[in-house]
Nanobody, 126 residues
């Protein structure tokens, strides 16, 4: 079992930036693929981004490409989601996720991962 803890959510204006962080206190994350998903009010959870164990392979959903950047710092056991040029449509609860395997981008568009955090709320005002 991996307990993931997100931080960094909050309120931002359209065009602004936020950075989300996720770690697992007392646990190393180097053996896990790490990702971010989000769920907007009244909508299903959707894939945002995923990074493999070393950071050498990354996938994004189309709606965040060029605006969001996922990265990981294995020395700090942390994964980040830098979110720039935020839009009101980015408003959602953002969930950090982990898995022992790395799949294709198509897989993550319809499937989740094994372990989940409790989420952090991001609200973007217009």
């Amino acid at each position: 079992q991996v307990q993931l803890v997100e931080s960094g959510g909050g309120l931002a204006q359209a065009g602004g930036s936020l950075r989300l962080s996720c770690g697992a206190p007392g646990r190393t994350l180097t053996d896990y693929v790490l990702g971010w998903f989000r769920q907007a009010p009244g909508k299903e959870r959707e894939f945002v981004a995923v990074v493999n164990w070393s950071g050498s392979s990354i996938y994004y959903t189309d709606s965040v490409k060029g605006r969001f950047t996922i990265s990981r710092d294995n020395a700090k056991n942390t994964v980040y989601l830098q979110m720039n040029s935020l839009k009101p449509a980015d408003t959602a609860v953002y969930y950090c996720a982990a898995d022992s395997k790395f799949f294709t981008r198509s897989y993550y568009l319809v499937n989740g991962m094994d372990y989940w955090g409790k989420g952090t709320l991001v609200t973007v005002s217009s």
